[in-house]
């Protein structure tokens, strides 16, 4: 099973919707959860870190649910230029090193 | 501003040649890392590095070495290039051990292997 897993979309929203993303995964021994996006072309740039009481960036809000093994990624009144796709991040205890997802494609269509 | 500097936006090499691509941080980060990314694999780990002279394999690590003389410079080196490698190559380094601190990318260097 992979350490990371998520749902690779593509998921086509218009502007001004609500759209959700979900990342799994497979450790419990998991500590710390980053979303990341990246721009096609481009290199993976941190969006938000995600704490266990869940947290709020502007029209952003990422949430831990460590009972079940996911986080989540909700954007709110989605911009063209939210058009991305979004890769979660997770760093297992101990370990030096990261565990990413293959990533979600979110494109907001006009 | 925070700087992670991949010597190569663009290569292209062919099959068994040497292929050698740089990384340099300015942040004084302990940890640097190399990752390709493909289509629906998504980033996949090659070697990292934690200091000077130390390395450890990725999830991948075959077909690759990696050297790590000065603790800003990590590279990745191909000892003879495959097709199977043409990929886009993205260095990252991170502050510390731990389970905090933001991971840094250089913009990738895309590989063709001919």
């Known amino acids: 099973r992979k350490e990371v897993e998520q749902d690779p979309g593509p998921f086509n929203v218009p502007e001004g919707a609500t759209v959700a993303f979900n990342c799994t995964y497979s450790?419990?021994?998991?500590?710390?959860f980053f979303w990341y996006r990246q721009d096609c072309r481009k290199e993976p740039k941190l969006l938000m870190s995600?704490?266990?009481s869940g947290n709020e960036d502007g029209r952003f809000t990422a949430q831990l649910n460590r009972a079940s093994q996911y986080i989540s990624l909700l954007i709110r009144d989605s911009k063209l230029s939210d058009s991305a796709t979004y890769l979660c991040?997770?760093?297992?205890?101990?370990?030096?090193?990261?565990?990413f997802g293959t990533g979600t494609r979110l494109t907001v269509i006009p | 501003d925070v700087k992670v500097t991949q010597s190569s936006r663009y290569l292209v090499k062919r099959t068994g040649e040497k292929v050698f691509l740089e990384c340099v941080q300015d942040?004084?980060?302990?940890?640097m890392f190399w990752y390709r990314q493909d289509p629906g694999l998504g980033l996949r780990l090659i070697y990292f590095?934690?200091?000077?002279?130390?390395?450890e394999k990725g999830d991948i690590p075959e077909g690759y070495s990696v050297s790590r003389e000065k603790k800003e410079r990590f590279s990745l080196i191909l000892e003879s290039a495959s097709t199977n490698q043409t990929s886009m190559y993205l260095c990252?380094?991170?502050?510390?051990?731990?389970?905090?601190?933001?991971?840094?990318f250089g913009e990738g260097s895309r590989l063709t292997v001919l």
């Open positions: 942040m004084d980060h302990e940890n």
């Open positions: 991040v997770v760093i297992r205890t101990g370990a030096n090193n990261l565990f």
């Open positions: 995600v704490y266990s």
């Open positions: 990252a380094s991170r502050i510390g051990q731990g389970n905090t601190g933001e991971l840094f």
């Open positions: 590095s934690y200091d000077v002279k130390m390395k």
């Open positions: 450790n419990s021994a998991s500590q710390s």
